[in-house]
């Protein structure tokens, strides 16, 4: 399983590396003048984020709060993904009476929720711009499905599963619009590879704390508990997230 995924991975990256422009200028499809109209617009688009003001050194980051908060925000994101996804069968597994193929089966069923969900969460965070309020009540539900999923009956927990899913897939999918609006120029890049790289520490935290939790407790419901309040202190960062933009709006030089 492991060869065939790694397999596919390479392949898609060698496809990427070939056919996959970086910017507008190389882009064959697009004629001189939409080149120039598009280089143009992105240039616009980065004067306003900076205000004018000099770009500041990739070094700053390490000391701005709004990427302290960025990190906290995809940190609890990854830490409700993964919690779910390791555990989600011995959920279903709970309910009883059902054989491997229908628990395969039914533990697909938060995925195929949250697919949807991501759609129409995309489409109203570009139709209204409300871009931290999606991202917001996505937390809002991954917190209450997961609180909820900690003490409810094993169907009533799946269901809730099902809605935490939806919750943190909707958080995790819109989150990267905010950072790459806020990241100027030379700093978008290793800006969202610092996001990236440590809030995906969350895919390792979640199977550590739920195994340590079963281990001591035999269950897994007080990981639940934990990982739903890291949702909650999330969805506080992301109205923090809210009014830093304001702030550096205001005072484009602050860093």
């Not at 809730?160 to 990267?176: D, E, P």
């Not at 739903?228 to 009014?243: D, E, F, I, Q, W």
Request: with cysteine.
């Amino acid at each position: 399983m492991f060869l065939v995924e790694g397999l596919a991975a390479v392949l898609i990256g060698l496809v990427a590396w070939r056919f996959l422009e970086a910017k507008p200028a190389d882009a064959a499809w697009l004629s001189d003048a939409e080149k120039t109209a598009l280089i143009e617009r992105l240039a616009e688009e980065e004067r306003a984020k900076s205000g004018g003001a000099p770009e500041p050194s990739r070094w700053s980051m390490l000391r701005d709060p709004q990427m302290l908060l960025f990190c906290l925000v995809y940190f609890a994101a990854q830490l409700a993904q993964y919690s779910v996804t390791f555990w989600l069968p011995s959920f279903v597994r709970r309910i009883g009476g059902l054989g491997e193929i229908t628990i395969g089966l039914v533990a697909v069923l938060p995925f195929a929720a949250a697919f949807v969900a991501i759609l129409v969460a995309g489409r109203i965070s570009d139709r209204t711009g409300a871009r931290r309020t999606v991202l917001g009540s996505g937390f809002v539900l991954a917190a209450v499905g997961l609180a909820v999923a900690g003490f409810a009956h094993p169907l009533l927990a799946v269901v809730m599963l099902i809605v935490a899913t939806v919750g943190f897939k909707v958080a995790a999918s819109s989150f990267f619009v905010i950072p790459q609006q806020y990241l100027v120029g030379a700093l978008t890049a290793p800006g969202l590879a610092l996001i990236n790289s440590i809030g995906n520490l969350g895919g390792f935290v979640a199977p550590t704390l739920m195994g340590r939790v079963q281990e001591r407790t035999g269950s897994v419901s007080g990981g639940l508990y934990v990982v739903a309040a890291t949702c909650v202190v999330a969805l506080g960062a992301c109205a923090l997230l809210k009014s830093t933009a304001r702030r550096r709006t205001a005072e484009p030089t602050a860093v």
